[in-house]
């Protein structure tokens, strides 16, 4: 079935440092692909997302391009903030579920940014 | 701007007790869904609706009961509660696009809940 593989974390950067995320995903399709954040307590919102090969999703200065030869949708950003510290969570959905909306999540990988 | 309400935010349950995790929207959204988040385990589905009086099972619905009498509502009730279900409980909504599965999802800010 589909499956979404972040890499593990805790990440754990210096202000103005360069973040990437990695994330690879296995589908059968072309399913949609996202960026979700989750600041410590409080819901996940929605970062960036993808709907086709070779988009590029951006949002607060985070970048991920959907790359369908390598099944991937890294996340990055030039130069991180403390604001960024959050959890990061790389999902995919399957267009041919309809209306259904499963999204399929990866663990998370856990930011640290510090001062 | 209240976007997807939860209550309570915090719960502490005996087991073999009963509650209900209330989710509303006021965005007029087709599509409810409930999440377990817990630790190494990542986001999970509980029960889904797409629409007022249409509900379906995720994939962890056992020990749990949802309904959709209105668009807005979309509570969770644990019919008795065990230390399994200790975990944080997310409410998410979203509208019908085009694409159908995949669009916007907007959640609530989450429940944590203990099972003693």
């Known amino acids: 079935g589909d499956s979404v593989t972040q890499m593990e974390g805790p990440v754990t950067l210096s202000e103005e440092a360069f973040l990437t995320i990695n994330c690879t995903y296995t589908a059968t399709g072309y399913p949609s692909l996202f960026w979700y954040v989750q600041y410590p307590g409080e819901g996940l919102q929605l970062l960036l997302k993808?709907?086709?090969a070779d988009d590029k999703g951006s949002n607060k200065g985070f970048e991920a391009t959907y790359r369908k030869e390598t099944t991937s949708f890294h996340l990055e950003k030039g130069s991180v903030q403390v604001s960024d510290s959050a959890v990061y969570f790389c999902a995919l959905s399957d267009p041919r579920a309809g209306n259904n909306r499963k999204l399929i999540w990866g663990l998370g990988t856990s930011l640290a940014v510090n001062p | 701007n209240a976007g997807v309400t939860q209550t309570p935010k915090f719960q502490v349950l005996k087991t073999g007790q009963s509650m209900t995790l209330q989710c509303a929207q006021d965005m007029n959204h087709e599509y409810m869904s409930w999440y377990r988040q817990d630790p190494g385990m990542g986001l999970r589905l509980i029960h889904y609706s797409v629409g007022a009086g249409i509900t379906d099972q995720g994939e962890v619905p056992n020990g749990y009961n949802v309904s959709r009498s209105t668009t807005e509502d979309f509570p969770l009730r644990l019919l008795s509660a065990a230390p399994s279900q200790t975990s944080v409980y997310f409410c998410?909504?979203?509208?019908?696009?085009?694409?159908?599965?995949?669009?916007?999802?907007?959640f609530g800010s989450g429940t944590q809940l203990s099972v003693l």
């Open positions: 993808a709907t086709k």
């Open positions: 998410a909504s979203s509208y019908r696009g085009p694409r159908g599965a995949g669009e916007k999802l907007f």
